[in-house]
């Protein structure tokens, strides 16, 4: 079974400009995360999904970051435009439902490393 | 608000050592703990996950319990291997967030 796959692995970016990040969860997962991990720090959630309906994205900076989910599969984070502390690895995850949380089989993928200079 | 605190930050042993990375939480009304393994630039694998009303999971040489009450978990590595070498994440889920909460991470290095 393929595991949740992410592009671009790493990406440099200089400050001010754009960049976007997808996602391809594990077939017939229907909930899929976005987290935000910082060097030396936890991942932390940006926004969940369900299908193609968003969940929680209370700690999505709305200002700069988007995220969507066309057709309840792919997903697509977006920063517009980025800043120096958004440099972190953006990690993706699916499960097949939100209750799976309780039960651990959440999945990650190896994450986008974003470098803001 | 939850908030999940991991000590020590970094540990270097010796291989064949057993060892124990802690792990505390400030709000105890979860769901379950959990703990991952991130190797370097790879995303999370989950190593054991305890229930709320359970004490203790195993697998293999790891072995982590969990003490609701007092808001503590412990993981605890028996004869430590080089390939044990990565970044331990614990995570907790429930209470008032319904979210999964991840602590800071002890990064061990195990030295042949």
């Known amino acids: 079974e393929a595991g949740v796959a992410q592009s671009p692995r790493y990406k440099i970016i200089e400050k001010r400009q754009s960049v976007a990040f997808w996602c391809n969860p594990i077939s017939g997962h229907a909930t899929l995360y976005w987290y935000q991990q910082i060097l030396g720090q936890g991942p932390k959630l940006l926004i969940q999904?369900?299908?193609?309906?968003?969940?929680?994205d209370s700690q999505l900076p709305k200002d700069r970051f988007s995220a969507e989910r066309l057709k309840g599969v792919d997903s697509t984070l977006k920063i517009q435009p980025a800043k120096l502390e958004d440099s972190a690895v953006y990690l993706c995850?699916?499960?097949?439902?939100?209750?799976?949380?309780?039960?651990?089989?959440?999945?990650f993928g190896e994450g986008s490393r974003l470098t803001v200079l | 608000k939850q908030e999940v605190t991991q000590i020590p930050a970094a540990l270097s042993v010796p291989e064949g050592e057993n060892l124990v990375l802690n792990c505390s939480f400030t709000d105890s009304a979860i769901y379950n703990l959990q703990w991952f393994r991130q190797d370097p630039g790879k995303g999370l694998t989950s190593l054991l996950l305890?229930?709320?009303?359970?004490r203790e999971q195993t697998s293999g040489r790891l072995n982590a319990s969990l003490d609701k009450s007092s808001g503590r978990s412990t993981l605890y590595i028996a004869a430590s291997q080089p390939g044990d070498s990565a970044t331990y994440l614990c995570?907790?889920?429930?209470?008032?967030?319904?979210?999964?909460?991840f602590g800071t991470g002890t990064l061990l290095a195990v030295q042949p």
């Open positions: 999904f369900q299908n193609n309906g968003v969940v929680d």
């Open positions: 995570a907790v889920y429930g209470g008032a967030t319904n979210k999964l909460i």
């Open positions: 305890i229930q709320s009303s359970q």
């Open positions: 995850a699916s499960s097949k439902g939100t209750q799976y949380v309780r039960t651990g089989e959440l999945f």
